[in-house]
């Protein structure tokens, strides 16, 4: 007999509270990467697109966007944490800790601090903190995921379950540490695409997008392996196809990036996503469905100790198949509007 050299990935009742993960395959960013990233999404954020810009306001060179190195990351973590999800369920205390450019090295890590089964007992609930660092050994990345995991076993005991608590929302004296001091005044806001900096925005104050990005199927099935994520309900057809919705679910991460390009036309100068408070996949997205969003200003906010930029609280709505100048969010009966798809929570640094 020989052993099985192949993995079938973790079920839920693999897990343990404490356990620590370290994932393969370090990934070194290219421009390719860059380059393919605004190709799926067409993000359009001046610093990110132009070194001659971003080394204007005083970085050494334009760096890479924030989400792609949250999926690279994300993707890292895939086949220990969710290559048998049922669903990726939503995210907290997420920050940017060191900016990323082209020809560093990702690779990360994960510690399992929450578990809970599901009454069906088909399925549990695991939450990872992860983290993602750089050749250098610095932290670029840290953030909670929670997922819906399918047990191997529906008999099978569990270990200790425990639900972890988490903040509602980072401080924002908590966020910068990914974008260096800037020279404002060397910010063009003409090239960037929009007039408005920090002062123009209030809490409580709605923007609609206005734009749609239909996606093809081809488009997210290059995105999940562009992040090298494994995760069979996103491209494998063939098990899909048996499944419960008969065909590949795009995956989440997806959604967040098309939504954040979307914000370009309202939001241009907020070119840096600091952290991600908190975000809920609402319902699935497929291919042939457009995504268009809206969002809320829910705070504004000074950052300790700098004077070159400030903080937004946004929270960004994404929706399937529904323009967004109502601003739909919830129903009559209270519950999601069933066009919402995606409910996103992040702080966003923007020219002072």
Same mark, same amino acid.
């Given at each position: 007999m020989t052993a099985s050299k192949t993995v079938a990935g973790n079920f839920f009742e693999d897990f343990r509270l404490g356990q620590t993960i370290r994932h393969a395959t370090p990934r070194t960013v290219t421009a390719g990467d860059v380059? !393919?990233? %605004? +190709? !799926?999404?067409g993000t359009r954020f001046a610093v990110q697109?132009?070194? *001659?810009?971003a080394r204007k306001i005083g970085y050494p060179h334009a760096p890479v966007d924030d989400l792609l190195v949250f999926h690279i990351v994300f993707g890292k973590t895939v086949p220990d944490v969710s290559l048998n999800a049922v669903a990726n369920l939503g995210y907290a205390a997420c920050r940017f800790l060191v900016p990323v450019f082209p020809g560093d090295t990702l690779s990360a890590a994960s510690e399992v601090i929450g578990l809970k089964e599901n009454s069906n007992r088909q399925t549990g609930v695991v939450y990872v903190r992860s983290k993602g660092v750089n050749q250098r050994g610095d932290v670029v990345l840290d953030y909670v995921r929670w997922v819906m995991v399918r047990k191997r076993d529906p008999n099978a005991a569990i270990a200790a379950e425990k639900i972890p608590e988490l903040p509602g929302a980072l401080a924002p004296d908590s966020l910068g540490?990914?974008?260096?001091? /800037?020279? +404002?005044r060397h910010y063009d806001v003409g090239l960037a695409g929009s007039p408005h900096r920090f002062a123009d925005y209030a809490a409580g104050e709605r923007i609609d997008h206005v734009d749609g990005m239909t996606v093809e199927e081809a488009e997210h099935m290059l995105a999940t392996r562009l992040y090298q994520n494994t995760a069979k309900v996103h491209f494998n057809q063939f098990t899909e196809g048996q499944g419960r919705f008969g065909r590949r679910l795009i995956y989440g991460g997806h959604v967040i990036s098309l939504a954040r390009a979307l914000t370009f036309n309202g939001l241009a100068n907020a070119f840096h996503v600091a952290a991600i408070n908190g975000g809920r996949h609402v319902a699935p997205l497929f291919a042939g469905g457009t995504v268009h969003a809206w969002s809320e200003v /829910?705070? %504004?906010?000074? /950052? *300790?100790?700098?004077?070159?930029?400030? +903080?937004l609280r946004l929270r960004t709505i994404a929706t399937k198949d529904r323009p967004c100048g109502d601003f739909p969010l919830n129903g009559p009966d209270g519950k999601a509007d069933p066009a919402v798809i995606l409910d996103l929570d992040y702080w966003a640094l923007i020219p002072r």
């Open positions: 380059a !393919l990233y %605004t +190709a !799926l999404y697109s132009s070194d *001659a810009f540490d990914a974008c260096p001091p /800037i020279d +404002a /829910i705070e %504004t906010s000074p /950052i *300790a100790g700098r004077d070159d930029v400030g +903080a």
